[in-house]
């Protein structure tokens, strides 16, 4: 690191890149990760604002400029993954694990079976060949921090933290975080990789690797990692392809407006390989972050991509200004959460009460018989309706508002419009909004469907001319209006309001199957009332929650994927570059004519989710073909029964 030339920076215009440091009068160092506070002008009130230091120590300081000639060293494994004197913190809820170095020795073997040695290998073998022998040359890591995170209990993600640009190159923010009871045995194995998008017209978008940025193994009682990277704008052509000379920044962003960074977690195989086994983030936003602007990103651009097809079952983004959905409902739309849609692969079926009690005791059963599980397909099986204390499975209370307008429209066609609350989980100021659109169907049973839906959160409490004008706004980045007008085209939005309000009990349960692929379960008990009448409803729904990892299918792995073995390419080969009309862009959401699409039938996790719905209603029922009657949309049909609206 360098210092700057003068202490005391309330006169000096500073740039603050990502990683630039701070030192107080003090003696203590902040580092600076937020790009808005972009000069000396900013730096107190950056200080005060967003590291709490005192304002007399901040007010004489000196900033520590990166310097991006000195890296910081990545441990190696044996240095890295050690775990805190006293063992693990939280014990593994399920027993996975890693092919470690020692497993394979010698560096060949290590490469083939995607130890962190032999992705460290490649890593570096490929990085040699493209920017030469002295690592100075290559991508660097600025910054590198492991601590432990008791609170985070979701699935394990990348999110961005921040990115910029200046002259030299561009600087990426990246924060892992991963869930202690998941992670595998004797360390986790992560390895963080840059993408690009892969765009042809009329096929499903990929992330294509570019180059491994990061391998890491973190200590097993540290699971939030976080460090800084910075590309100069050379390293970017040479990984892209480009050109080398001329004005590069301009060179890269007008080809790849659109840059990913994705995180891969690995498992050890039974052929003794690690394959991945869970990715997140990426140009697919998966888990709704992992996406770099290298320009802004304009409406025609979201046009072009339209061209591309999108298979992935769930799409989304945060909500932020460079959204021009946002900006038009800033005033409706929760600022920084996510706007998504989905491909619901969704089978329903009415029960009667007794067979309801009788599925919630086979579940509970099931449950807490781990042998049986192999027998249904079943990796691993959990409910998140479970007390731990007591051990029993107590149904969570929820309570859907369905929105329509005086006609009916809506719930006569059995388009949902939905607000769900859930009061026992959610925080202040919640307000999750749905919408499930037009369904398509495989063969004549109407057993086989998938739907295309949005959600999005909204500012509670909702202004109905607010809500009216989101609902009527047609517009290209609007993937949430998209849906309702695909649903019912023409629908007028004016005097939208409540028109059914259905409290449910609900059990879910989630099945892990190969290849990471999640199937959800909810069995529901749903009661409606209009007019001093009263109707129930008993319905059980599989769906598929996450999608499995398959090599060239929708895993943006390179060679790698849960059942790779041999050695990866870390480094993508040079491609013909974007030709005019090409689309340029991986956008974060469905568009209808992904809908229109039966390949959606024949992929490979959906083919798991019909064999494991088929056999947990065999398990369930005690027969191979239980006679159920589907569901359809439980409010169209509560509505049916109650007289609001006829049957069509």
Known sequence: MTTAPNPGVQNQMVPLPIGTQVRLQNGSTKTVLDHRYSGAANVLQYLVDKQKADWQSA??????????????SVPQPEQQAQPLPGGRLVAPATSHAIATDSDHPGVSDQKIHHTPGGLRAIQLEDRTRLFGPNVADHPQILSLTTVTDLKFTTQARLTIGDYQQDERGLYVNVLVEGVLDKVAVPYDLIEIVLTKPLLIPGKPTEDTQLETMLVVTPPVNENRIQFDAFYTWAQLARLLGLPTSGDLRHTVCTAFPQLGVEARWYERLASGTNGVNHTSGGNKLKDGSGQIAMRPITQEDRKASEVVRNTDWNLSEVLRASRPVYVSHQDLLQPGKEMATTL?????????????????????????????????????????????????????????????????????????????????????????????????????????????????????????????????DKSVDNAFARVLDDALPGFDPSGVAIQLVVNSNRVKYTFTLENSTTVEFSADEATATFHGRSATLHCIEFGVGHPGLFIGQGSGTQGSGAQGSGTKASVAPVQQQPQGGTPLIMRPYHVPADLDNPALFDKRDYRQYQALRDSVLAYLFGTPEPKLELAGNKAQRLAQILGMTKEK
């Open 344 to 472: 619901e692969a969704e089978s329903e079926f009415l029960v009667e009460p007794g067979q309801y009690q009788h599925v919630l005791g086979k579940l509970t059963e099931l449950l807490h018989t781990p042998g049986l599980w192999s027998k249904l397909g079943i990796a691993d099986l959990e409910c998140d309706d479970l007390d731990k204390e007591s051990g029993q499975v107590v149904p969570r209370v929820s309570k859907d508002s369905y929105f329509d307008t005086p006609g009916l429209p809506l719930l006569t066609r059995g388009v949902v419009l939905r607000r769900r609350e859930v009061p026992k989980k959610d925080k202040a100021g919640v307000y999750l909004f749905a919408v499930k659109g037009r369904m398509v169907a495989l063969g004549g049973t109407g057993k086989e469907r998938i739907r295309l839906a949005s959600q999005v959160h909204l500012i509670d409490p909702v202004q109905q001319p607010r809500l009216e004008r989101f609902l009527a």
């Open 59 to 72: 007010k004489f300081c000196t900033v520590v400029q990166p310097d991006v000639t000195a890296p910081v």
